[in-house]
């Protein structure tokens, strides 16, 4: 079976620094990844997915991540954050083969400082 | 806007009490996912239908039941309500190439049950 850990349930930014968020998977096969963001009372956005193709994937808003197979791991960066990104961010894997479900991380809340 | 469609986005109920989530995936998607949202479990994956059949089931209780209609619409039906069902449930769907081959689903905005 697969899963995510997500490294830090919150984190804190200055405006306009750099953001990263931290993901780790288990996964006996290659797996699907995915970082999703969820607004106050909103559902989950895709920000971006590695499906095999580049490590480095981009996203939406300018957020980017890369997957590492050696160290299991799919960090989400920004280089300079912006107070509109505070939100909850998921780390999600799925598996070739499987019915297709995400399997979701805890979630880490980012704020964004002035 | 995902194109995913939940109804009601509020519900406050008793305990004991049955209540029904509706979801209308986006156009064409033929896979409906039901994901339950809790402070205290995190994101967890209810029951996957496609094109009306049962898919996959993940961590639903036996209160819990779910089906997909003709038309593709699903509900989830949540019976015998206790406190610990307070939650966020999200729908999701997927479509019949790209995001459904590698697993991306587009989330509705939820149903939010308060069981008092």
């Known amino acids: 079976a697969q899963s995510v850990t997500q490294l830090g349930s919150h984190v804190s930014v200055s405006e306009g620094a750099l953001v990263l968020l931290r993901c780790n998977y288990s996964?006996?096969?290659?797996?699907?990844l995915f970082w999703y963001v969820q607004y106050p009372n909103q559902g989950l956005q895709l920000l971006l997915k590695?499906?095999?193709?580049?490590?480095l994937v981009k996203g939406i808003n300018g957020f980017e991540a890369e997957f590492k197979k050696s160290e299991t791991s799919f960090h989400l960066t920004k280089p300079s954050a912006h107070m509109s990104d505070a939100a909850e961010y998921f780390c999600a894997v799925s598996v070739r083969g499987s019915a297709r479900q995400l399997t979701f991380g805890s979630g880490t809340q980012l704020t964004v400082l002035p | 806007d995902s194109g995913v469609t939940q109804t009601p986005k509020h519900l406050i109920t008793a305990t004991g009490q049955r209540v029904t989530l509706r979801c209308s995936p986006r156009?064409?998607?033929?896979?409906v996912y039901w994901y339950q949202q809790s402070l205290d479990q995190g994101l967890q994956f209810l029951i996957q239908y496609y094109n009306g059949e049962e898919r996959a089931k993940g961590n639903i209780l036996e209160r819990f039941s779910a089906q997909q209609f003709p038309d593709l619409h699903s509900e989830l039906n949540l019976s015998s309500l206790e406190l610990g069902d307070s939650a966020l449930y999200f729908c999701?769907?997927?479509?019949?190439?790209?995001?459904?081959?590698?697993?991306?689903?587009?989330f509705g905005e939820g149903s939010r049950l308060t069981v008092l």
């Open positions: 999701a769907s997927s479509g019949t190439s790209g995001g459904a081959a590698t697993g991306e689903l587009f």
């Open positions: 590695y499906t095999s193709a580049a490590t």
């Open positions: 996964s006996s096969v290659p797996p699907y």
């Open positions: 156009s064409g998607d033929l896979s």
